[in-house]
C-alpha cells in the first residue's frame, strides 16, 4: 500500500521560513519523480515545484521561484521543499505527490499525500 506522508507545516511570519517534508513507503522511491502543490482556500490546487527521479532537474512554478527550493535524498526516501521569504499568499495546505513523467501536469500524478497546512502571518 502506497502512502506518502507529508510534516513540517505549521505557522510562520512573513519573511520566515520552513522546511516541509515528504516520506513516501510502499513504493521505490527512486523509480518516481516527485512534486510538491499547495490549495489555499476557495481555489484550485496549484503547482509549486518538481524534481526528477535522480534529483538533477527540477521545476518550480513562477510564484515560488527565487523563494522555494524541491529537493530529495533517494537514500532517505524523502524530498523536501525549503521555502523562504514566505508570505501571506503561500498560505495553503502543501501536498506531495508521485509521478511516472516529470511534469507540472496535476494529472500526470498519481499518489498523494494527505497534506500538511502552513500559515503564514502578516
Known amino acids: 500500500q502506497v502512502q506518502l506522508v507529508e510534516s513540517g507545516g505549521g505557522l510562520v511570519q512573513a519573511g520566515g521560513s520552513l522546511r516541509l517534508s515528504c516520506a513516501p513507503s510502499g513504493l521505490t522511491f527512486s523509480s518516481y519523480n516527485m512534486g510538491w502543490f499547495r490549495q489555499a482556500p476557495g481555489k484550485e490546487r496549484e503547482f509549486v515545484a518538481a524534481i526528477n527521479r535522480s534529483g538533477g532537474a527540477t521545476l518550480h512554478g513562477d510564484s515560488v521561484k527565487g523563494r522555494f527550493t524541491i529537493s530529495r535524498d533517494n537514500a532517505k526516501n524523502t524530498v523536501y521543499l525549503q521555502m523562504n521569504s514566505l508570505k501571506p499568499e503561500d498560505t495553503a495546505v502543501y501536498y506531495c505527490?508521485?509521478?511516472?513523467?516529470?511534469?507540472?501536469?496535476?494529472?500526470?500524478?498519481?499518489?498523494w499525500g494527505q497534506g500538511t497546512q502552513v500559515t503564514v502571518s502578516s
Open positions: 505527490a508521485t509521478a511516472r513523467t516529470f511534469t507540472m501536469e496535476e494529472s500526470q500524478y498519481d499518489y
